[in-house]
């Protein structure tokens, strides 16, 4: 069995909420969570239109803020920020190959390509707080840079505790089958992540010389799936009651207005694959009220009991 502290629920913009982390939290209690990831300016400047700049961790067990950005001391201050919101550590992006961050911000993927400004930024959050920093990456910015190694190195020496590689370049984009290299002589633990979806990639990570696995797209529709490839929880019965409690939990944290069209693709991927799930989509995406949407939840799954 592969113990859940072990199985990472990775960083996705626009799905690591906090509602979505409730979810995954309800299903695994000590699996550690990486909050989709927030800019260091938005955070330092307070920007009241971004409700993440002002969530509190307390309540959430083991969750990693993960910050971007591209000045040491502005990602210094964020991080103190989200220690003091009680984050149980502070993940550093150096991978995130969209380009209005790894281009025109210069921070995310693009730090793979300045490994100096990658090692300051570090050195500056190590020394901002108490809790751990990692990093999370890709293995190079294209397939002639593949220097993940020499980073790691970087991020060890200026007290990084561990780092993420996601086994794609950044060219690669999310194209691609991801590859992950055997792990010799590290200077810190690796997880691995890119298309992992199982127990068995779990323990083939492991077996390569991986510290534990990260699961990104595997989690959408299925939040249970930590408990699943830890072998501490079944795929629940009622996936109905799954949605209903989390479209709850969406306009609790965001209002009605705002949580309606964010939810449609939560419900679509709750409903991938069973049957009329297609028309069922369709009906959702003209719905913008509350009590419409969960009559439709009502219909498609049938009876929802609590979960
Ligand atoms: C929609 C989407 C949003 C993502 N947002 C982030 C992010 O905020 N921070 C980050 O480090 N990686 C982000 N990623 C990358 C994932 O964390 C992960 O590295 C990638 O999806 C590969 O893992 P997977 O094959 O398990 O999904 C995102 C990926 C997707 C598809």
Redesign the pocket.
Known sequence: MIPNNQIFA???????DRPFRMMVRSFAPNVPI?T??ISCHSLTARHTNCLRNFDNYADEGNVGA?I?GAVPKLMADAAKILQDAGASWI?I?M??PVPKVATRAGA?AFLMRDHKLAGKIIGAVVRAVQIPVSI?TRLGWDDEHRDWADLVHIAADNGARFA?L?G?TRAAG?TGA?VHPEITDMPIPIIA?????TADDVNEMIKRGYSGA?????MLGQPWIFGVIAGTAEAPKNIGAVAMKHLDLMIEYYGEKCAIPMFRKHLAWYSAGIPNSAEFRTKINQITDADAIKQEILQFWGCVANI
């Open positions: 990775a960083p996705m913009a626009g799905i690591s990486v989709e990831m993960q971007f993940d992006n991978g995130c995310g999370k993420v996601h794609r999310y991801a992540n890119g298309d992992l979806k990260m699961i990104g797209r595997a």
